[in-house]
Each structure stands twice: as structure tokens, then as C-alpha cells.
């Protein structure tokens, strides 16, 4: 290379060296993607400072279904004489009938009668049957059942285990009596399912029947000195059925056990000139095979 051309040349170099660069950095411009920043990702600057968003109040608790008043359906259903009917509200909020009935109710009429009380809602109905032959004796102390459930200390029986209690064969029959609020003489017969009567008290070995207001008498304990019963068939749904009154029903003992067909006239009879302080009350057991 001639050294005379090195001044021409030189300011040639530089320009095409100065379009090189600023061709490079326009390239370098549009070449890099471009990224969205969101506001979460940016830094504040280093003196700012951050508010924290205000906090959400919480949703409300959703509204609690109203508990539907029983009382009304209890009342109509007290007046079924040859049933031991119960009503409870489910967790589900449906109401429920339940128990155990001696004469024809029908399911579908409790359910119809439910939503005379329980507007828009169709009960739940689940009642067994027992002997109809029950139905007789519930009848005739109806009304001195209603008498006792208006008392503010009634007389009760109290068998172990609630209503509808169940019972094996061979297992002891074992329950409580408390006395109405005024002293009183128990008349306390067991119906069975088959037509029979068996006068619990009194009895040969316990011939009073005499207790005192609020008193509580057990009865079927072995070993208190009394008469004990066990569980035997036939087997199905039976009846114990107390009475309480000033004065003993019968002049004299029954036979401690006797159909059912002679025993109800004669309890009739007698009722018919008790006092009318008179009450009882009934409960309905199941009893099957071991």
C-alpha cells in the first residue's frame, strides 16, 4: 500500500466505523423483545413505601332455618288413644312421627296431619304396629290419661332404655312407678301380645299397692322380697298400663293372671266409680326371641 493515500483514506475508515456502530445499536434497539411489567413485579424505589389493600370484611353466616313449633302436632297427636306417638325435628330440618300404634292409624293421615301444623312440609312417618287387641285397654284410660299428663308431677313409668324399649327373651322385666303428686294405691297389669293379662301389683307376695305422693316403687327387682318376671313368647309388642288411685280399684285381689277379655270389663266397672282424681299412664315394650 502507497503511503500517499493514508491521509485520504483514514477520515473514510472512521465514517464507515461511526455508520457501523450507530447501525449496530439500532439493530441492538429493535432486536431485544420487550417485557411487560406487571405492578406486582416492579420495585418500588427504595424510599417510597407501600400500603397494604384494605382487608375483605368476611361473607355473612348463611341465615339458620327456623325450628317449626311442635306443640300444636304434639297436642293432636295425644289424641290418638291406641298410639304412643313422638315427633322431633331431623337434622335435616324435617319434621319426623315416630312410635308404635295399637289401632288404625295410617301413616299417610299423620303425614297430612303434620302439614295442618307444619306448613309446606310433609312429615317423615315411621310407626310400627302392635296387636290390635292393645287398642281395648288404651281406650278405656284414655281420658284418665289426659288427667295425668295436665298434672305438674304426673305418674310415669320409667323403663330402663325409653320408649319402645326392646327386650330379649329371658331377660329380666325390671321398671319404676313414680307416684303422682297425691298418695295413691297402683293398679300395674302387664297386656301381652297374645290376649293375656298378668296383675303385676298387687300381687301374692306384695298385696298393698300403696305409695306416697312422688314416690318412686320399683318393681321386678330379684332379691327385694317381691315377685320377679323374665321375658318369655309369645314374642311381639305388649302393654303396661298403671293406675293410681285414692283407693284401691278391687275390694279384693285378681288372679295374678287371667285373659284380657274378663279382666276389661271388670276394670271398666271399677273405673267407673273411682274417684275422679283417678290417672294412669301406659307403655308400650317390645319383646322377641333371645
Not at 53 to 72: I, K, T, W, Y
Request: charge should be negative.
Amino acid at each position: 500500500m502507497n503511503d500517499a493515500f493514508a491521509p485520504t483514506l483514514a477520515p473514510t475508515r472512521w465514517r464507515h466505523r461511526c455508520a457501523a456502530a450507530l447501525l449496530a445499536v439500532a439493530i441492538g434497539m429493535t432486536a431485544w423483545p420487550v417485557h411487560a411489567t406487571t405492578a406486582s413485579e416492579a420495585e418500588p424505589p427504595a424510599d417510597s413505601e407501600t400500603t397494604p389493600a384494605p382487608a375483605l370484611p368476611a361473607p355473612p353466616d348463611p341465615p339458620r332455618p327456623a325450628v317449626p313449633d311442635l306443640s300444636g302436632l304434639r297436642t293432636a297427636l295425644a289424641e290418638f288413644q291406641c298410639a304412643e306417638l313422638e315427633v322431633a325435628v331431623g337434622t335435616d330440618q324435617r319434621v319426623a312421627i315416630s312410635g308404635l300404634s295399637a289401632g288404625d292409624t295410617d301413616p299417610d293421615s299423620l303425614a297430612l296431619l303434620a302439614q295442618d301444623y307444619v306448613t309446606g312440609q310433609r312429615a317423615a312417618v315411621d310407626v310400627e304396629r302392635a296387636s290390635p287387641a292393645l287398642c281395648e285397654p288404651l281406650t278405656l284410660i284414655g281420658a284418665l290419661r289426659t288427667s295425668n299428663a295436665g298434672l305438674a308431677a304426673p305418674l310415669a313409668i320409667r323403663l330402663k332404655g325409653g320408649t319402645g324399649t326392646v327386650l330379649d327373651g329371658g331377660q329380666e322385666l325390671v321398671f319404676d312407678v313414680t307416684a303422682p303428686d297425691f298418695p295413691a294405691h297402683l293398679q300395674v297389669d302387664y297386656f301381652t301380645s297374645d290376649g293375656d293379662v298378668v296383675h303385676l301389683l298387687p300381687n301374692p307376695l306384695e298385696i298393698s299397692g300403696r305409695v306416697e305422693a312422688g314416690a318412686v316403687r320399683r318393681l321386678g327387682e330379684r332379691g327385694a322380697g317381691g315377685r320377679f318376671w323374665s321375658i318369655g313368647p309369645p314374642y311381639g309388642h305388649e302393654l303396661i298400663v298403671v293406675i293410681a288411685s285414692p283407693t284401691p280399684l278391687f275390694p279384693s285381689p285378681r288372679p295374678e293372671a287371667e285373659p284380657a277379655s274378663s279382666y276389661l270389663p271388670a276394670l271398666k266397672q271399677a273405673l267407673d266409680g273411682a274417684a275422679p282424681t283417678t290417672v294412669a299412664t301406659a307403655r308400650f315394650l317390645k319383646t322377641r326371641a333371645p
